[in-house]
Every structure is written in C-alpha cells, then in structure tokens.
C-alpha cells in the first residue's frame, strides 16, 4: 500500500512493479486476482510477478503520459494518506494508480476531496476545542464511525456559528472597552494641559510681579524724592518772597507811603 510517496525523480515503472510484488502477497492480491476464496482459491504463487506480465497483460498502463499525469494525482492523494494516517490498509497501493480501467482518476479526486473534508472537520475540532471526541479519520473514511462526516460537518457549522457570535460579541466589547479609554486618556490630557497652563500663567505672574517690585522700586522713591525737593523749594521760594514783601511793606508804611504807591512799586518790579 502507498506508504511513501511516487518519487517522481526516478523511473516510475520500477516503482509500480515493487508496488504490484507486494500486493500479489495479499489477501486482497488473491481476491483481485480469483476472486472470492471458494471454489476458485488458488494459491498467491500462481500470481504472476510485476516482470512476468507482458505489456498487454499488465493490469497498469506503461505510458509515460499516463504515468506522469497519474503520479501527480496518486501523490495528492498519498499526501492525505500521510497527513491523516489512515491506516495502510485502506489505502490505495502505487500499482492502482495506474491500473488499466476508466476512471481510475476520478476515483482518486473522489478519495482527495473525502479526505479534504475529514481534514477540515478535524482541524475544526481543535480549533473549537470541541469536548466530545469525534470519530478518527480512517472511520471517517472507510464510513464505519457512529456519526456520519455530514452529521459532523453540520455539528462543527453549528459550532463555528457560535464561536463567530461570541468572537464577534467579545471585539465588540474591546472597541468599548477601547474606546472609553480612549476617552479618558483625552479628558486626562486635556486636565493636565489646562493645570499646566493655569501653573504657567501663574509663574508668569509671580515673574511679572516680582520683576516690577525689583525694577520699579528704586525709581518710585527717586521721583517722590525729586517731587518733595520741587516742594520745599517751592515752600522756601513762596516764604522769602513773602518776607521780602511783608519787610518792603513794614518800610513803606514807615516811610509813609500809601498802598497806591505799594501796587506801583509792585508792578515796576515785575515789569
């Protein structure tokens, strides 16, 4: 049975006819050869070796157009066989692939899609961590599990539909979630910003402050200085003129001099 894959590297002849040596030793050999055991059991030394078949005789083709084509097909399909490890038994063995009768490749895509719809529904099952075993993949494909691929594949929709919901369900409580941190990050920024401007525009006033304290200070008390010079000047000023007057009116009075002649004296001055 098809164990490893068709080195297609090497002449694919040899491959079958190993191929074919080894079934010929089966109970299965037997019957594809006679049939039945019954009347018609024959020993399996009475099945010809793969090289004493003569080119028309052989149950395979010996085309190489043929052998090409079917050994990508027949490879797929052992790919699967691997993958799955459905047991050698039920495989199909390397000759087969190329036996002489209609249809040999549609058996093959028949075989590769099954065993694609087993690898999806297994994959399923440990993606969804699905609680209740399910059968193996060679029940799945010999069809002898409790439940039918069907029934599985409709189970694991269910499934998938669930798991959607909830996925969808769960996201949609982080964008919420998100967003409200979002949100708070923004209020949070905004309060720090404005804190930072209202500490700002105080420092600035603290520096305004205290620069017009230093700087103004010493000028104020100059001016208010200069400003009580200009007034006990002015004091000074008004008191020797009044003296100068009260003594030249106590002298003119003296002298006998009339307040006519007071304002006159007054106004020669001034002129």
């Known amino acids: 049975m098809a164990t490893t894959l068709i080195d297609t590297r090497k002449a694919i002849m040899p491959q079958i006819h190993a191929s074919w040596n080894e079934f010929r030793r089966t109970e299965e050999g037997m019957?594809?050869?006679?049939?039945?055991?019954?009347?018609?059991?024959?020993?399996h030394h009475d099945i010809p070796f793969a090289e004493d078949f003569t080119e028309k005789?052989?149950?395979?083709?010996?085309?190489?157009?043929?052998?090409?084509?079917?050994?990508?097909?027949a490879n797929k399909l052992i790919r699967l066989y691997?993958?799955?490890?459905?047991d050698v038994a039920y495989r199909m063995p390397i000759w087969q692939f190329f036996e002489i009768q209609s249809g040999v490749v549609g058996r093959i895509k028949e075989q590769i899609k099954l065993l694609k719809r087993i690898q999806k529904v297994l994959k399923l099952e440990q993606e969804l961590e699905i609680h209740e075993p399910l059968p193996n993949a060679t029940s799945l494909f010999i069809g002898t599990a409790q439940l039918s691929l069907y029934n599985i594949e409709e189970f694991c929709k269910l499934k998938v539909?669930?798991?959607?919901?909830?996925?969808a369900k769960q996201a949609r409580?982080?964008?919420?979630?998100?967003?409200?941190?979002?949100?708070?990050?923004?209020?949070?920024r905004r309060a720090k910003k404005e804190q930072k401007r209202k500490d700002n525009e105080k420092k600035r006033r603290q520096a305004?402050?205290?620069?017009?304290?230093?700087?103004?200070?010493?000028?104020h008390t100059r001016n208010n200085a200069k400003a009580l010079k200009r007034t006990n000047d002015w004091i000074r000023a008004?008191?020797?003129?009044?003296?100068?007057v009260l003594k030249?009116?106590?002298?003119?009075e003296r002298d006998g001099y009339t307040i006519k002649d007071v304002i006159e004296e007054l106004e020669r001055q001034l002129n």
């Open 238 to 244: 008004n008191k020797h003129g009044k003296t100068n």
């Open 173 to 188: 409580a982080e964008e919420k979630a998100i967003a409200q941190a979002k949100r708070r990050n923004a209020a949070l």
């Open 57 to 73: 005789d052989a149950p395979w083709s010996s085309k190489q157009t043929v052998l090409e084509r079917n050994a990508v097909h």
């Open 31 to 43: 019957i594809y050869m006679f049939g039945e055991v019954g009347s018609n059991y024959s020993n």
């Open 82 to 86: 691997i993958a799955l490890n459905i």
């Open 208 to 219: 305004w402050a205290e620069a017009n304290r230093v700087k103004k200070t010493p000028g």
């Open 248 to 252: 030249m009116l106590k002298t003119m």
């Open 161 to 167: 539909k669930e798991a959607k919901k909830l996925a």
